[in-house]
């Protein structure tokens, strides 16, 4: 018995995500992103634990907010911002 991939999910695609209950991301947000840019600014020697242990955000969106928000990446144990070429 063989059934397709289309038959066994339905017709709904990954791009149909209905919404999801729980709580939402709340420490994403531009207050924590301005935090987290000034400590970096202060000491480019930080490392993501501390920066989530000093704001008391988890690090993953510290993460989150140091790499896609920021643009920012270590280099040589220092925080730097990434520069674009083209």
Same mark, same amino acid.
């Given at each position: 018995?063989?059934?397709?991939?289309?038959?066994?999910?339905?017709?709904?695609?990954?791009?149909?995500?209905?919404?999801?209950?729980?709580?939402?991301?709340?420490?994403?947000?531009?207050?924590?992103?301005?935090?987290?840019?000034?400590?970096?600014?202060?000491?480019?020697? $930080?490392?993501?634990?501390?920066?989530?242990?000093? $704001?008391?955000?988890?690090?993953?969106?510290?993460?989150?907010?140091?790499?896609?928000?920021?643009?920012?990446?270590?280099?040589?144990?220092?925080?730097?911002?990434?520069? $674009?070429?083209?």
């Amino acid at each position: 018995m063989s059934m397709s991939i289309s038959g066994v999910l339905g017709s709904k695609t990954a791009e149909q995500n209905e919404p999801r209950s729980g709580r939402p991301n709340t420490a994403n947000n531009d207050w924590n992103t301005a935090r987290i840019d000034e400590l970096i600014k202060v000491d480019r020697r $930080l490392k993501l634990k501390e920066i989530s242990l000093k $704001l008391d955000i988890p690090k993953t969106n510290v993460y989150d907010i140091v790499h896609d928000k920021l643009g920012y990446r270590k280099v040589s144990t220092r925080w730097v911002p990434k520069m $674009l070429s083209d």
